[in-house]
């Protein structure tokens, strides 16, 4: 069946680069998500990337797709403690029933 | 403001005393979802909604109810809740087909069974 995986934690400290990866195993997503979800809160969005891209950046944030090996990472540049969240890794596909599928979180811890 | 309301947001109960969360959503959306969140388990989905009266399971639909009377509301009911349906609750809602189908989610109902 379908399957997004995730490592646990990842540490770093203030002002590095975070790199957070995620493998699915769904060819027939159509989107996959980064959402980030901080303490006590609901999940939001963070960015998304369309099946057919390979790279989307949006300020500190780059998003690249290996459709090959169904591999998502989410690069944050010049890391802040603000972005000490989890960060959730999802797929959506339209085959048989419109469905989403969610990792088991990453959470970033930043070090001032 | 567009937004997804869950309550309660704090609910502490007893093992088989019925209880309802709550869920409406102001965005005319479609599709509407229960996921629970648990430690080194990430979202799992519950039950989940396409459009009114239209409901179905998601991956974790044991001991939950749900109902889509109306477009706005989509309740969660644990008709006897028990230990381990101790968890984080959320819910969620989209348009499908609308771009990229983000889900916009509520801030979540913890419930701890007794």
């Known amino acids: 069946g379908e399957d997004v995986e995730q490592s646990l934690f990842l540490s770093v400290r203030e002002g590095d680069s975070s790199v957070i990866n995620c493998t699915y195993t769904?060819?027939?997503?159509?989107?996959l998500y980064w959402y980030k979800q901080e303490p006590g809160a609901g999940l939001q969005l963070l960015t998304y990337i369309f099946s057919n891209m390979d790279m989307k950046q949006d300020q500190r944030l780059t998003v690249l797709l290996n459709k090959k090996d169904k591999h998502l990472s989410l690069r944050i540049a010049d890391t802040q403690t603000g972005d000490s969240a989890i960060y959730f890794c999802?797929?959506?596909?339209?085959?048989?029933?419109?469905?989403?599928?969610f990792g088991t979180g990453t959470r970033l811890k930043v070090l001032a | 403001e567009a937004q997804v309301t869950q309550n309660p947001r704090y609910l502490i109960t007893v093992t088989g005393k019925k209880l309802t969360v709550t869920c409406s959503q102001n965005?005319?959306?479609?599709?509407m979802s229960w996921y629970r969140q648990d430690p080194g388990l990430g979202l799992r989905q519950i039950y989940y909604s396409m459009n009114v009266e239209v409901t179905d399971k998601g991956d974790v639909p044991e001991g939950y109810k749900v109902s889509r009377k109306e477009k706005r509301n989509f309740p969660l009911i644990l008709e006897s809740p028990s230990p381990n349906q101790t968890s984080l609750y959320f819910c969620?809602?989209?348009?499908?087909?609308?771009?990229?189908?983000?889900?916009?989610f509520g801030a979540g109902s913890r419930l701890t069974v007794l």
């Open positions: 969620a809602s989209t348009s499908p087909g609308s771009g990229a189908n983000v889900l916009t």
């Open positions: 769904d060819s027939s997503s159509t989107y």
């Open positions: 999802a797929e959506t596909t339209t085959s048989g029933t419109y469905k989403y599928i």
């Open positions: 965005m005319n959306h479609e599709y």
